[in-house]
């Protein structure tokens, strides 16, 4: 059994933090500096409030920092990214093509079905252009795309790892 911790850049994660705190902010000062009554002080409650939903926000974002491995072993591929878990047995997959890409635009998502997305960091279900079902797990690169043949929910897979990574996924089969 092969396992390896995915990578992500740090620039990503703050990105999408700010996504959660800067509105959280803006609202804290739009609050404060508007008209108060004699007897009005909003501002800590205030305060308190986008404190928590700051702290919330940040529990809920922490499984970006944490869950982001690929575990492959002689029956079984299991990539887990963010919130989101790939698993796929080795008796439903006929053939693997790996191709190394420039950018993960080259994948050919359409839309978002189910994921993460901003500042280069790609977890989670994506539509392909042909209805086709991709789960992406890009949080660095190189960029893999990874295709299966065979019985499969998902047939296309996105993926940031290593070289060696990539080359063993290739020869799973």
Known sequence: MKTEKLGTVWG??????????VPLII???????????PTEDWGSA????????????????????????????????????SFYTLSIARSDVSSVTV???????????????????GFGYLSGWYNGPYGDLIFCAISSRPI?????????????IGLSCSAQMAQQIARWV
């Open 27 to 37: 609202v804290y000062f739009v609050i404060e500096s508007g008209p108060k009554g």
């Open 144 to 156: 893999y795309r990874v295709e299966l043949d065979g019985n499969l929910r998902c047939s296309i």
């Open 99 to 117: 191709t190394e890409l420039a950018k993960a635009d080259e994948l050919g998502i359409s839309t978002k079905k189910n994921g993460v997305a």
């Open 46 to 81: 205030a305060l308190v409030t986008y404190a928590i939903g700051g702290l919330t926000g940040i529990l809920v974002c922490a499984p970006m920092f944490f869950r982001r491995q690929i575990v492959l072993s002689d029956n079984k591929l299991v990539i887990s990214h």
């Open 12 to 21: 990503q994660l703050i990105g999408i933090g700010s996504l959660i705190l």
